[in-house]
């Protein structure tokens, strides 16, 4: 199938046919001849490298037959461009035989001689070696587009929900290896203590508590960390840099471009004066200014190559030519117009000198010095869309990283808020009833086995809660309306508001519960804006219970006061305990508690406040509305 060629070729064959031409026009048979051929092959230098290369080699291993001076440089652009795109266009494979077909005829014409081989080879390899390097970088930029629609195209919903649901799934295993293997201990140890009383079982259970407070303690404390992916940024330069700031390629490059320029110099038909030396060794170290002074380095070239030429008339060399190549590259790879000025400053010095002191060659600098401006341009081309695509990628990961990171947090704050309302209570009773046990065990052998016997209630109660919840976790179910975690019908918030006053009550606590329903004709309807009334419901029953688990651990044997009173528009929350003995109950608090409702208050758009009172108690005052608000600020000082 033959593809119609492109612009690029049709103003590659178009260029080479006037080169041609303008070198052979005194022999137009000749020049009809040859300029056939390398358009032949320009015109298929993309779509088929190795066939332009073969016809632009051919055409010009025809030149001398037809005699064309093997010196004249009428086929060296096209060949130029055949052998840069073999590299740019070809595999690797192609510069062997590309290789092969350009030097040997060459070297072989002039009776091979080092100097022409070693010149031949230096020619293929910079202009292969051009095309090969612009390859790379166009190719590296179509990865990183690939990458970037990859990226672009991928579910973030799905992402979101498969990450999420493996976090679930992982926090369910640990908060039942966790918590639940403590309260099932607990539980266990306190059934067998009822019989024997054993003050090493008792302990035991005593100590379990504790430890299983201070897990529970670290899994809330790591559920409710607000951290996100750290910021992997590397502060260092992203260039290698010598000690003295300077661009370490660079200074590699000049050095062994000073090495080659001496050695040309030296090794030349005419010994160089030792101020022709001095600058010719400096012209490289112009390279060190390119990266943040490209006009400066090419303006400081050109004097040198000026200079040079006052001084002493001598061929430049390879060591300059390459100079001006590399300088060349930057002034594509910058492309300001003033940079470009500046390269025309140069490129005209070097031509001019060059036709003076090396006509044979002026051809060759020339084409050298646009061929790497041309490459230059290209692969900063293929830079910048390389750059594009990358900042599309990570702009894509950014946004499904941040709704990952934002969708675990705000699991792991759920699940943290869940895990703390049912086993902060239950152990803290626990561990206060096997306290309890421990110091009547002596005194009053009954009392001390109806404490373990709460112990051995709370302890069932609590697995059962911790089982369902790891369940509602990992199905995703976390959250939802009522039904809850005790019973599988809703049922009345009073009801469960005295099932728990009865609980605390055997841990120690006189409590008194007032709880006042509102008049049926004031309940606002439900609509679509209002939350659930079970879950608001929830809420007040979680204040209640964390209001009264910290009077057990921090007020043993106070009295408290929970009054609860359901208004039309808002529920009223108070729970005041007066401090008790004074002494605090030996059961360290996950810290959490107070925060967590809080949380919940706020976003049904309700407050709480918890502080002391002046009589040395502790009140907890919360108002929450029966309705869905815009959330409001609330301080809470969490004692727990």
Same mark, same amino acid.
């Given at each position: 199938m033959t593809t119609r060629p492109t612009r690029e070729e049709l103003v590659l064959a178009g260029a080479g046919l006037v080169w041609v031409v303008a070198g052979l026009w005194r022999t137009p048979g000749v020049a009809a001849t040859v300029g056939a051929g390398v358009s032949a092959g320009l015109l298929v230098s993309r779509q088929r490298p190795q066939v332009a290369a073969a016809l632009v080699l051919a055409a010009a291993a025809l030149a001398p037959v037809l005699g064309v001076p093997s010196e004249s440089p009428a086929t060296l652009l096209p060949v130029v461009v055949a052998i840069y795109g073999l590299g740019r266009w070809a595999g690797r494979t192609a510069a062997i035989t590309g290789g092969a077909a350009f030097v040997v005829p060459v070297a072989w014409s002039d009776g091979w001689s080092w100097p022409t081989l070693l010149f031949t080879?230096?020619?293929?390899?910079?202009?292969?070696?051009?095309?090969?390097?612009?390859?790379?970088?166009?190719a590296g930029a179509e990865r990183e587009r690939a990458v970037a629609d990859r990226a672009q195209a991928q579910d973030p919903d799905h992402l979101v929900a498969a990450v999420v649901a493996a976090e679930r799934t992982r926090l369910a295993a640990d908060i039942t290896e966790v918590v639940g293997a403590c309260v099932g201990e607990m539980a266990t140890g306190a059934e067998l203590a009822q019989?024997?009383?054993?003050?090493?079982?008792?302990?035991t259970i005593r100590r379990r508590g504790a430890m299983g407070v201070t897990e529970l303690r670290r899994l809330l404390g790591l559920l409710r960390e607000r951290t996100g992916p750290e910021d992997l940024t590397d502060p260092t330069p992203g260039r290698a840099a010598h000690a003295l700031g300077l661009p370490i390629r660079d200074l590699v490059a000049s050095v062994v471009l000073v090495v080659v320029t001496v050695a040309g110099l030296v090794g030349g038909g005419q010994p160089p004066q030792r101020a022709t030396l001095v600058?010719?060794?400096?012209?490289?170290?112009?390279?060190?200014?390119?990266?943040d002074q490209n006009s400066?380095?090419?303006?400081?070239?050109?004097?040198?190559?000026?200079?040079?030429?006052?001084?002493q008339p001598v061929s430049l060399g390879a060591g300059p030519a390459l100079v001006v190549m590399i300088l060349s590259w930057s002034a594509a790879a910058d492309g300001r117009r003033s940079v470009w000025g500046c390269w025309?400053?140069?490129?005209?010095? !070097?031509?001019?000198? !060059?036709a003076r002191n090396d006509p044979d060659n002026v051809a060759m600098l020339g084409l050298l010095a646009a061929l790497s401006a041309w490459a230059g341009h290209a692969w900063t081309d293929s830079d910048h869309r390389e750059r594009v695509a990358h900042d599309r990628m990570v702009a894509a990961q950014s946004l499904v990283e941040a709704a990952v990171v934002e969708a675990v947090r705000a699991e792991r704050l759920r699940i943290a808020r869940d895990l703390h309302d049912v086993t902060s209570h239950a152990l803290g009773v626990m561990v206060v009833q096997a306290g309890a046990a421990a110091a009547q065990r002596d005194r009053d052998p009954e009392r001390a086995r109806a404490s373990l016997a709460v112990v051995a209630a709370a302890g069932r109660h609590a697995a059962l809660d911790i089982d369902r919840l790891a369940r509602l976790i990992e199905a995703g179910a976390l959250g939802a309306p009522d039904g809850q975690l005790h019973h599988d019908q809703p049922i009345d918030l009073a009801d469960r508001l005295r099932g728990l006053a009865e609980r605390v009550g055997r841990a120690g606590l006189e409590l008194t519960l007032n709880v006042l329903p509102a008049h049926p004709a004031t309940t606002p309807?439900?609509?679509?804006? !209002?939350?659930?009334?079970?879950?608001?419901?929830?809420?007040?029953y979680r204040v209640v219970q964390e209001s009264l688990t910290n009077a057990i651990r921090h007020a043993p044997g106070s009295r408290v006061q929970v009054t609860v009173v359901a208004r039309a528009a808002d529920w009223q929350v108070q729970v005041l305990d007066d401090g008790g003995d004074?002494?605090?109950a030996a059961v360290p608090g996950a810290g959490f508690g107070l925060a967590g409702v809080a949380e919940?208050?706020?976003?049904?758009? !309700?407050?709480?406040t918890a502080g002391t009172t002046p009589d040395r108690g502790w009140s907890v005052a919360a108002t929450i509305p029966r309705h869905r608000t815009v959330p409001a600020a609330g301080d809470v000082s969490d004692s727990s």
């Open positions: 080879l230096f020619l293929y390899g910079v202009c292969w070696g051009f095309g090969r390097v612009v390859a790379a970088k166009a019989t024997d009383l054993s003050a090493h079982r008792i302990e600058l010719l060794a400096l012209l490289p170290f112009t390279l060190l200014l390119r990266r400066l380095a090419m303006l400081l070239a050109a004097a040198v190559i000026a200079l040079v030429d006052l001084i025309m400053v140069l490129l005209a010095t !070097g031509i001019v000198t !060059g309807p439900a609509d679509d804006r !209002g939350a659930p009334e079970s879950a608001v419901d929830l809420v007040v004074g002494v605090a919940r208050v706020r976003d049904l758009g !309700g407050r709480l």
